[in-house]
């Protein structure tokens, strides 16, 4: 009897696997239990909304409708889909929240520091370059108007250009928890290079285990070596972000992929990584990118105006030791060991 309370308890429940390449990372979807047409129609609905995103969000596609959005030199409004149209307001709603840290007009810094679409530098920018950069970016700037029948967003100048890059994943994570929200799925982890959706339980009725991996230099993404295991029960998002894998050296300087939009430089903060815990994918992969911008004393102020959402920040104290830190509401996530 005991046994068919929990059929998960004994025997280890069938689970779909489906994975491949998105967004120039990876995606993985595990599905426990059955889905409609099995793995072959899993692996096909979802790439279908990672390539339908792809064509919202990406600055690396010129036709995709953010890049004809950021070629569109007017203030007139532009016509966009929904998708893209709630991207932009949680980014901007994030963005205000952090006091623009979070900035996603910050592309022409991200472009003219090497970390978008183009190559990197050969040499370090120079301060002129910096401000000019700087002056075509503004969260002020931009307005997205959502109408009875079409959104439409303006800029408030010709050369202001979106970087969705921090959201893009987390937003896409949470199309597919739709997705398989939709089809009555109740146990899934959808993973999009790093970032994280996941619901219920895996095959053995355990809490999903997601590793936070230790911020050493690895900017192949080969190591694995874990700092500390998050297991998800219930429907959360977790997203992480950190300095140690898309970054350069030049002159013995380190300079990493997110941006202090207030100095226009590569943000030097003593965050080494940071993972946010959150109702929603899109949420947590905002404020994941506002962490290694603010640093750690900004970011403990900004939890205490966001309760919806948890952290695990890896960082070096004021004489340089390794440290680890979580919020209060993260330790379940700690404590559902085995769970
Ligand atoms: P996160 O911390 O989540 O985001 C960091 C990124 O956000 C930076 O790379 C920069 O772009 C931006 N950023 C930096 N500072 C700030 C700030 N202060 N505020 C706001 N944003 C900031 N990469 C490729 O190499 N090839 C591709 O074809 C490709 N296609 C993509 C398509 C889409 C739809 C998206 C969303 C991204 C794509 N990328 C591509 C980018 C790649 O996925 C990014 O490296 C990744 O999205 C960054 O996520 P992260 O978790 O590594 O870092």
């Not at 308890?9 to 990876?26: N, Q, W, Y």
């Not at 979802?46 to 890049?67: C, F, G, W």
């Not at 029960?233 to 140690?244: E, H, Q």
Request: proline share 5%; with cysteine.
């Amino acid at each position: 009897l005991l046994a068919g309370c929990n059929e998960a308890t004994t025997a280890t429940r069938a689970e779909l696997k489906v994975s491949g390449p998105t967004m120039g990372t990876h995606y993985a979807v595990k599905v426990v239990g059955d889905y409609p047409g099995g793995e072959p129609q899993l692996q096909h609905d979802v790439e279908q909304i990672l390539q339908r995103i792809d064509h919202q969000l990406s600055t690396y596609k010129p036709d995709s409708e953010l890049s004809r959005f950021n070629q569109h030199k007017a203030t007139t409004p532009v016509t966009i889909s929904q998708d893209l149209a709630d991207v932009l307001i949680e980014g901007l709603r994030v963005g205000k929240m952090t006091g623009g840290a979070m900035d996603i007009t910050v592309g022409p810094l991200v472009n003219l520091w090497g970390f978008g679409p183009d190559k990197r530098p050969t040499k370090i920018p120079s301060d002129a370059e910096i401000a000019a950069a700087r002056a075509k970016t503004g969260l002020d700037k931009l307005h997205v108007e959502i109408g009875s029948e079409t959104a439409t967003v303006r800029k408030d100048i010709p050369d202001l250009y979106v970087d969705l890059s921090t959201l893009g994943e987390g937003f896409a994570a949470d199309k597919i928890a739709d997705l398989l929200d939709g089809r009555g799925i109740k146990n899934y982890m959808v993973e999009i290079g790093g970032e994280v959706m996941a619901k219920g339980v895996n095959p053995k009725g355990e809490c999903w285990r997601i590793g936070i991996n230790k911020p050493t230099d690895d900017p192949a993404g080969l190591n694995q070596e874990l700092e500390e295991i998050a297991h998800l029960c219930g429907k959360v998002g977790l997203a992480t972000s950190g300095n140690y894998r898309n970054f350069y050296e030049k002159g013995g300087k380190k300079y990493g992929h997110t941006i202090n939009p207030i100095t226009g430089y590569p943000a030097e903060q003593d965050i080494l990584s940071a993972t946010i815990i959150a109702p929603d994918c899109t949420t947590a992969d905002g404020y994941a990118t506002s962490f290694m911008a603010l640093g750690s004393e900004k970011a403990r102020e900004l939890k205490k105006r966001v309760p919806e959402i948890e952290y695990f920040i890896i960082y070096t104290d004021s004489v340089g030791n390794y440290k680890t830190e979580h919020s209060e509401g993260f330790t379940q996530y700690l404590a559902n060991k085995g769970r």
